[in-house]
Nanobody, 123 residues
Framework: VQLQASGGGLVQAGGSLSLSCAVS????????MGWFRQVPGKEREIVAVISQNGRRSRYSDSMKGRFTISRDNAKNTVSLQMNSLKPEDTAVYYCVADSTYALGADPLDYEYWGQGTQVTVSS
């Protein structure tokens, strides 16, 4: 499984960005998909994850109401719409996948990781 994230960039506080992750392989619909992020010197933290059929999702409390995760099983993509961005949202964002059925919040719960895309929010 290969994950290719895109859509990062520089945005002003209060603005919006959309991240997308394209996934190779024919078994995309069998994977829990999600996004984690990491700030230099800190541990990776969950942003949002979504179940195989898209009916269940889990968000970090700090992002709930501002970020929305979605997936398109026909296009093998998972997206993250980020609104009302804050400077503290600045991080490298990683697309993740795993064949589990649990929506885990631990980075160790996810076997597959994309290369990361930088999101920078200026104040």
């Amino acid at each position: 499984v290969q994950l290719q994230a895109s859509g990062g960039g520089l945005v002003q506080a209060g603005g919006s960005l959309s991240l997308s992750c394209a996934v190779s392989g024919r078994t995309f619909s069998t994977y829990v998909m999600g996004w984690f992020r990491q700030v230099p010197g800190k541990e990776r933290e969950i942003v949002a994850v979504i179940s195989q059929n898209g009916r269940r999702s889990r968000y970090s409390d700090s992002m709930k109401g501002r970020f929305t995760i979605s997936r398109d099983n026909a296009k093998n993509t998972v997206s993250l719409q980020m609104n009302s961005l804050k400077p503290e949202d600045t991080a490298v964002y990683y697309c993740v996948a795993d064949s589990t059925y649990a929506l885990g919040a631990d980075p160790l719960d996810y076997e597959y990781w994309g290369q990361g895309t930088q999101v920078t929010v200026s104040s």
